[in-house]
């Protein structure tokens, strides 16, 4: 049986922490997703049985009279207690807050978590004579959601009414907030289109209008609130999405403990065109790499007649209308003449320097039809095949290309 790892392992909480805080995990995929839940079954923080699960996340923090938070790093052993009477659960302690990853059935676990959770933060304010809060996500049902669940709790701790104290659930919070969705909606849709397409002018211009004195004065705080916490989470998407160079790397390893609910406006505007840089450098790296390999491809296999930009699309996973623009953009052509030239080009080297016939040079450069490759070829050159095999000074001693294929 595999030892059972101590509940203080410093690998425990390392992992805890990548779950709640990294938001550059890799692609969600069922084989990566099983993964990760391997492991939490190993670290004890679900169960392996196929029972129906959630994960929430709970933040608390307690703050003095003067806003000082206090570290609550030696109750976290007292809070792992409280909350493990019911549900699995691991706990990290990370700028002055404690962060617990909880697992278990849903049935009935808001009324459960309220009580524990209260009990937590009386037992705390008792000790420290200092105000404590509790910030509760929702329930995710995806082991790869918590990241979306920590934000959710930082959320909802920081939105409390007076900052008063007292547990906030991100469900109850949202409920209670008047936010205009349609316009969070709609906001969100452009600026992620011009994040994702535009050029850096563009999206400056967007976000210009976006936080104008005009578009803010017309939304309600929460609204505002919400908007820009959905922004930030279209960068970081962004980002992670097109990108795996070191400079990406840092730039979401920079976002692992700042919440969405912290960031500022002049921050979220640094973030956006920080990551517009990074996310169009890759993009002209990537669209480089995909020339190279699509231009391999004709190198190599020009001599299939079944080659199409459809058929190398497919083999490097892009649709045939971006291959075609990137060609078109990186190589000044389109990928019809590129394969034509590359076809002609081996066809006339063919009939100067082998003794093929043309049926052969024409089957080996991807033509079924020798009168069309005939028409083809006459086409590109002026000239017929005839003329350049006869007006070429190595006809006399021809040298032979191989055999069949």
Known sequence: MEKTIAAREPSRELFIASLLLDRNKPARSSTIEAEINRRAVRFGLRSGERERQVFVVIIVRCEDAEGTFRDLGDMQPVGEGIFGRKYRCGCINTCGKL???ING?????KG????LAEEFAKMIERSTHTRCSVGVSGFNTSIMDCDKAYDEAAFSLNYMPDRTGGVYFADDVMATMEVDHSLVGYILTKFDGYLKVSDRSELEKCIADIFSEES??????????VMCQQMIYCIRKGVHDVSNSPEADRFLAAQLVKCPSEMSKEEIIHLALEAKDIMSSQRKQNSELLCDGAIHIIETEYGDETLSLVSISERLHVSSSYLSAILRKNRGDTFVNLLTAKRMAAAKELLKCTSMKIMEVAKRCGYNDQHYFSYCFKRYYGTSPNKIRKSSSNYEQPVTFGGEE
């Open 105 to 109: 059935n849903p049935e009935g676990m």
């Open 216 to 225: 803010i004065g017309s939304m309600t705080k929460a609204t505002f609130d």
């Open 112 to 115: 459960q978590l309220t009580a």
């Open 99 to 101: 962060v617990f990853l």
